[in-house]
């Protein structure tokens, strides 16, 4: 009797796991699905079978600038915040005291903060600084997203790290510089990836602060697919945004092979 009550509540935990995993990916599916729409109109389901708005994209200058300007946001956005995190996790980790448990909260702080807020605040900071519609400017915006997440990850990775590994390097006269580059780099390489593709991600979704700080030669995917949405309801926005799922779901491809890289080789070793 009770290891048919057991079966029972599994398969429930199963099924209600599967029912909130369909709920997640089921608008996911009916925007890439309206991105194939042979009407103008933005619906579901699509009226026939297009590759129209697709053309539409591609021949659309400014949607391809937005394009171009969200990668190079997310390049300048990756570059900064997981070198920010990697090297805050690093020395808060390598030097472990009083000064690290009390650093720690504030690295949070930023995700803390309603995203409006920051977004208003980083305008009128800029605009003093004269980085107002700039790269440069919205970088930093998403750096303060980017980086606490790149600091928890490579902090966890740090933790599991044996740092008798690094002593040893020490202890045979290699230099700090050589001792992470040879030592502890090739131990944490798979979270560096991993911390590197989610800042990507992040700057490559973000919307409000982008909202405010970017201009119309520096406006990314994100807002330009919100102004697109206040005049139109056009596939255009799913075609769009299906680019987005897709860059999102190869980044988490990649975290996913890069975590498990190290597992598959000795599989096949």
Do not use: C
């Not at 005291?97 to 995700?111: S, Y």
């Amino acid at each position: 009797m009770q290891l048919e009550s057991d079966r029972l509540q599994i398969a429930a935990f199963r099924l209600g796991y599967a029912a909130i995993f369909v709920a997640m990916l089921l608008p996911l599916f009916i925007v890439i699905a309206t991105s194939f729409s042979a009407s103008g109109n933005l619906q579901f389901p699509p009226e026939g079978f297009s590759l129209r708005w697709y053309g539409e994209f591609f021949a659309d200058i400014q949607w391809l600038r937005a394009f171009d300007n969200s990668i190079v946001v997310g390049i300048g956005t990756t570059i900064l915040a997981t070198f920010m995190g990697i090297t805050a996790a690093f020395g808060l980790e390598a030097r472990k005291g009083r000064l690290g448990d009390l650093l720690t909260p504030v690295v949070i702080l930023p995700l803390l903060i309603p995203p409006v807020i920051l977004g208003v605040t980083l305008l009128v900071y800029f605009s003093a600084l004269g980085l107002q519609s700039s790269y440069i400017g919205i970088i930093l915006a998403h750096s303060l997203w980017a980086t606490p997440l790149v600091f928890f990850v490579m902090q966890s990775v740090f933790q599991r790290f044996d740092w008798q590994l690094r002593d040893a390097g020490m202890d045979l006269g290699a230099n700090p510089i050589r001792v992470f580059v040879h030592v502890i780099l090739p131990n944490v390489k798979n979270g560096i990836v991993v911390s590197a593709l989610l800042a990507f991600i992040i700057s490559l979704q973000e919307f409000v602060m982008a909202l405010f700080l970017s201009g119309y030669q520096t406006q990314t995917i994100p807002v330009l697919a919100w102004n697109s949405l206040r005049q139109s309801l056009t596939p255009t926005v799913s075609v769009v945004s299906t680019f987005l799922i897709l860059i999102s779901v190869a980044g988490l491809l990649v975290a996913a092979l890069a975590m498990n890289i190290d597992f598959v080789a000795k599989r096949l070793g």
